[in-house]
């Protein structure tokens, strides 16, 4: 019983390592120049550029 719960243990923490690594990984925040965005019933319109 020990076994499966130090196993159960390593591998929530594997897990939660893995995600803060990938988390890390990506950047923080960017600037996206202006661009068009679809809306939802079809129609183009202008979006200023903004931080991502």
């Given at each position: 019983m ?7 243990l ?11 690594v990938?988390?890390?990984r990506?950047?923080r ?10 809306g939802?019933?079809?129609?183009r319109?202008?979006?200023?550029g903004?931080?991502?």
């Open positions: 020990k076994t499966i719960v130090n196993a159960l390593l591998l929530v923490m594997a897990v939660n390592f893995s995600a803060c990938v988390s890390a990506a950047p925040a960017h600037w996206v120049p202006g661009h068009y965005n679809v939802p019933h079809g129609g319109y202008w979006v200023k903004h931080y991502r």
